[in-house]
């Protein structure tokens, strides 16, 4: 077993940390451990924690969801000491892997909610990140608001010092500090939104403001909330892939995870309590991520889920499938270049073209063995997030819709569960409640238009969209996804 005490006999070609755990502090707290920031994030500042005068930012997980299977990922790092092994993947299939020992500590807040505020509220604490999925932030999509309507929030609200949310636990202990007349931390999101520091923002002051006025208005004025854009393929790690993990690095690792070896993040340089030395490690800090970020978004996850319910729906089941089909490619291509590329500010050295290739040779790596539902799940939320700019800006400049109203009709079939052979897969919506899926199998065609996945652009006048919508809806259920591709 992955442990503390087996770190010195780690087998040939598996890299240990390069640095004293035990000497390692606790200066970041992570809600949201999953593979993503485990290969993300754990793995920039496990290569920081080896520079001298680094030691200080090891990282606290924190897991919020209890259950059978929030106890047992918390019993896996725990009986590991917090270690997991990193694979990295090229897509020629060379790989490199490493034992990331940056997170020190696991909590599960349901079991010990104080222990995780004590935590916050250590002065020791310098940054509290997140990866708590785009869907995460509880923002009113038509209002740009925090939404204080839900049960989990009105539970916090009226509960403030035992939360179970992320906003209660956040609050709760920049309040501790404040009291205490301990400097706050940086509020750091590393979830895929457009300016995501600003939604976080918007999200944990108006969570406050909820609760307290002068409190919010404190964390308003003391509280820094950096914009960054994170970015690399992280596939879900199942039974098999963790046995093919340890048969070719020879560990035995409960919770290895797997990756591309490219890797970005770029980062606003606000940090109000000190950050570690990140552009040491490649971190990119500029003045204003906005420009990478709508990159990212609009071409990467943009194209991701547009390939994703394609794919579904042709029987493809991994990302590298999809673009190895010539009229997916093609059509991916034509998404980005006349659709995506023409509406990005992108940032100065930043090369559309270079970028979009790229993105295909990364799809195509087949280590990576990313699954199209992983890509698709919770679309309803990543819909709204990574279309919503490319979309109004489009009906706004009345600009051809074929290719988006068939990427959104796509995506509405592919939620059908069933493939063009006949085959079923069952599609991960944690947003949308048995009513508003079954809207997907109305007779009418336009009725599942009234999903908030659609919210983003309901103001705007959307009747030649929700016709191109219908239209392409009925040419994919009469001849099929190929035949219906927009030339
Ligand atoms: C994917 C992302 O699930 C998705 O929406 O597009 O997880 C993607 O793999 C990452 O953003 C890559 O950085």
Known sequence: MLKETTLNHLPAGVQAPQYRRAEVGRGIVHFGVGNFFRAHEAWYVDRCLALPGQSAWGIVGVGLNGGRRGEAKAHEFQQQDGLYSLTEVAADGARRVSVIGAPREYLLAPADPEAVLRRLADPGTRIVSMTITEGGYNINEKTGEFRLD?????????????????????????????????????????????????????????????????????????????????????????????????????????????????????LEDRFCNGRPALEKVGVEFVDDVA??????????????????????????????????????????????????????????????????????????????????????????????????????????????????????????????????????????????????????NATDLAAALALPAFDGWRDMDTTALDQAVVRARRAIREHGVRAGLPR
């Open 150 to 266: 839900t049960p989990a929030i009105q539970a916090d609200l009226a509960n403030p010092r035992r939360p179970a949310t992320v906003f209660g636990y956040v609050v709760e202990g920049l309040r501790r500090r404040r009291e205490a007349g301990v400097a706050p931390f940086t509020v750091l999101s590393c979830d895929n939104l457009r300016s995501n520091g600003h939604i976080a923002h918007t999200a944990f002051v108006g969570y406050a403001r909820a609760l307290d006025a002068d409190l919010a208005a404190w964390i308003n004025a003391n509280v820094t909330f950096p914009c960054s854009m994170v970015d690399r393929i992280t596939p879900g790690v199942d039974t098999a892939t963790r046995n093919a993990l340890n048969e070719a690095s020879g560990l035995e690792d409960d919770l290895p995870v797997l990756a591309e070896d490219f890797s970005q993040w770029v």
């Open 291 to 440: 420009g990478y970020e709508q990159v990212k978004v609009r071409m990467l996850n943009a194209g991701h889920i547009l390939l994703g319910a394609l794919g579904l729906l042709l029987g493809y089941r991994y990302a590298h499938e999809t673009v190895e089909d010539a009229d997916l490619e093609r059509f991916a291509n034509a998404y980005w270049t006349l659709d995506a590329m023409p509406l990005i500010d992108a940032p100065a050295g930043v090369d559309l073209d270079v970028y979009r290739r790229r993105l295909l040779s990364r799809f195509s790596n087949r280590a990576v063995a990313d699954t199209l539902l992983r890509i698709c799940s919770d679309g309803a939320s990543k819909v709204q997030v990574f279309w919503t700019d490319t979309v109004r800006r489009a009906l706004a400049r009345g600009h051809d819709l074929e290719r988006i109203a068939f990427g959104i009709a796509a995506y509405l079939e592919m939620l059908r569960g069933r493939d063009e052979r006949g085959e079923t897969y069952s599609p991960v919506e944690p947003t949308l409640d048995a009513d508003q899926l079954a809207l997907v």
